[in-house]
């Protein structure tokens, strides 16, 4: 929602995230380094979503770490 008031958005936002032996959502944080979106609002709003995502626990118990880029490209819609 936050992305569809900026039209001219261009750029990558890169998530990391760890999801604990339960498969809860933790430690969810923007990585700086490969991002290139400067609006903090629109990954804030990232976070939120995946902060509230659950995954299936971990058969061995493991802890694992997820990344995600999310692009943005001006002028692209979003597919259903």
């Given at each position: 929602q936050?992305?569809?008031g900026?039209?001219?958005l261009?750029?990558?936002?890169v998530?990391?995230?760890?999801?604990?032996?339960?498969?809860?959502v933790?430690d969810?944080?923007?990585?700086?380094?490969?991002t290139?979106?400067?609006?903090?609002?629109?990954?804030?709003?990232?976070?939120g979503v995946i902060?509230?995502?659950?995954f299936?626990?971990?058969?061995?118990r493991?802890?694992?770490k997820?990344?995600y880029p999310?692009?943005?490209?001006?002028?692209?819609?979003?597919?259903p």
């Open positions: 936050v992305a569809k900026k039209p001219g261009e750029g990558n936002i998530v990391k995230w760890l999801i604990d032996p339960k498969g809860a933790k969810v944080i923007i990585d700086p380094d490969k290139t979106v400067p609006d903090q609002t629109i990954g804030s709003c990232i976070i902060s509230k995502l659950t299936p626990p971990s058969a061995k493991f802890e694992t997820a990344s999310f692009n943005f490209k001006a002028g692209a819609t979003a597919t």
